[in-house]
Every structure is written in C-alpha cells, then in structure tokens.
C-alpha cells in the first residue's frame, strides 16, 4: 500500500511538469524523499515558486523556468529523463469556459509537445495528467472507463484530446504513456486564493477567516474527493506497470462519494464554526455528480489508495491550520 516503498534505477531522472504547481510539487518533494533526481518544468503562471523552494538546495533537484507550449524547451528537459509526469496545465471548468483559446494551447498543444519531447528521448514512461470531467453528461455511476458522455466544458474536452493523443503514441510510435483521471484531488499545497480555487481549501479559508462561504447550486451534488497522496501513488505506480497497460487511461479517486454539503459540514465541525453557507447559481459545465470505479486502476497499475476521505480531510485541515 502506498508508494514510499517502491524502487527505481538507483540513478532514475523524473521530469515533472507543472512541478511548482500542487500536484507537481508533492511529486517532487515525494520522489526527492524516495532518494531519487527530479527536474521541475514550470512557468510559474499557476504554480508558485514558493512550493519548490524548499527543494531547490537539495542537488538532486533541478528547476527549469520554461513553458510546455516551447518545444524545444520540452525536448530540453527530456533528455535524459527516465520518466516524464506532465502535469503541467490549466485547471477550471468555469475559466475554460471564459479561455477556450488559452486552453488548447496549454492542454492540448502543451501535452503534445510533452509527448514528442519524451519521445524523441526515449523516455520510459509518460505519465500524464486527465480529469474525471471526460465522463461528461453520463449519468451513470460509479464513472467507469469506456463509459464516456459529450462533454460539457472545454477543459474536459482538453482532457479527451489528451487522452486519444496518448493511445496514438502508444500504437504508433511505442511511447508508453498512462493517462490519470483525477477526481477533486484535494491536500496540502492546494491554493484557496481565487476566483477559481477549489472548494475544500477556499471553504477551509473562509470559515477560518469568518466568512460565509458560498455553494453553488444546491450542495447536493457529490464528489469522489481524492486525498493528494493517492495521486502521488498512482503517477508512481504507472512509472512501473507493465508496458500492455499503456496507452489507456485509469480513474485515479478515493472510490467513495461525497455531497458537498456533507463536506461544508465536516469542514464546520472540524474548525470549531458555525456558519451557514450562501447557494448560489450552479455553475456551467459541472459534472453533477462523479465517483471513481478504481478496479482498473487496481489491476493494471497496483492502485490501492490509502487515504480515505475521512483520513485525508483531517491531514489536509491540519495543514492548512499550520500554514494559512
């Protein structure tokens, strides 16, 4: 269970892109811990400098300032790499909606390039972040892999291209790659400031701050909300599945099922306050309602989450108490 026990080459180089963003920079500080190279690729317009410099006096840590949307700078940081983790992108439904332009050159281009890059170095594994928003307007649940709705927002439809780019460079040119669909992946790092922020850590700022949150929608939508340390997990364990798993992509979630008004209220209880939320509108291109079938992710990569969402609420207001 979990990942701190997993062994590479003893001189194994990981590239993480988008390394000083919040997924990025736990897999940094999580493959540094495990005693092995990281280079971070990041233009810092989401993610803060601030997360990695802890790391940048350790001589196993190397950060590069380039933008994934530069080729050249892509094929760069690839050489020499072993395993490349592309988590360099855009979030936000609603912000997609406003920059579908920005969008597909950062998602979709970007990751191309990223995939090119790792290519023409020969890079072992590709690593690349996706998102529970492909399962689009399906109602089915729990979501399960190859029961695909119509998406409902540009960011999900980045995700797909992604996603189809991934089989196309796995079947023709051999490039082992491994797309993860994240659902709500929440923890430390994750940034409350914003118009745009996630729901648990701005909620966990706001009741600190004794402000009233707002809802959208009516709170009942639920949410497969997916402690950091799974994620780490995962991206670790494609880097070692067998190449006959490449080219697909995989739910990467907790397995359970949260409604957001359940969580308001642990949030609450947990932070010793009593306030009652605003609902606002719901806004355009959410999915209603999302949990994770893991069992193929359980099968072909290892996946075996250890933080429920009990467990990793309570590490992640801990950590936001300590650093807010």
């Excluded at 929440?186 to 118009?195: H, Y």
Aim: proline share 4%.
């Amino acid at each position: 269970m979990g990942y701190k026990n997993l062994k590479f080459e003893d001189e194994a180089v990981f590239l993480v892109t988008g390394g000083a963003g919040f997924i990025g920079s736990n897999l940094c500080e999580a493959i540094l811990e495990m005693g092995y190279r990281v280079r971070c690729l990041d233009n810092l317009s989401t993610g803060k400098y601030e997360n990695i410099e802890p790391f940048t006096s350790n001589d196993r840590f190397t950060f590069i300032e380039g933008d994934i949307r530069d080729l050249d700078t892509c094929k760069e940081a690839c050489k020499g790499a072993d395993y490349v983790l592309n988590q360099a992108a855009w979030g936000s439904v609603p912000r997609s909606i406003e920059m579908p332009l920005l969008y597909e050159e950062i998602n979709i281009r970007g990751t191309l390039n990223m995939m090119e890059a790792s290519r023409q170095n020969g890079v072992k594994k590709f690593v690349y972040a996706s998102s529970s928003s492909v399962y689009g307007d399906h109602p089915v649940l729990p979501k399960k892999e190859g029961h695909e709705g119509k998406v409902l927002s540009p960011y999900a439809l980045t995700k797909k291209v992604d996603e189809e780019y991934g089989r196309l460079y796995k079947s023709l040119y051999g490039l082992d790659t491994y797309g993860l669909r994240y659902f709500n992946v929440f923890g430390r790092r994750q940034d409350p400031d914003g118009a745009y922020a996630a729901v648990i850590p701005k909620f966990i700022r706001q009741l600190m701050g004794g402000e009233r949150p707002t809802i959208n929608g009516d709170g009942r939508q639920s949410r497969d909300f997916t402690y950091i340390d799974n994620v780490i997990e995962a991206n670790l364990k494609a880097c070692l599945a067998p190449s006959e798993a490449a080219g697909e992509a995989f739910n990467v979630g907790a397995g359970g099922r949260e409604y957001l008004i359940d969580v308001y209220r642990d949030l609450c209880r947990a932070l010793g306050v009593e306030t009652e939320p605003v609902f606002g509108p719901e806004r355009a291109g959410d999915i209603r309602d999302s949990n994770a079938d893991i069992s193929k992710a359980r099968e072909l990569l290892g996946y075996d989450p250890e933080y429920d969402f009990a467990k990793g609420i309570g590490l992640a207001i801990g950590w936001y108490k300590e650093n807010l």
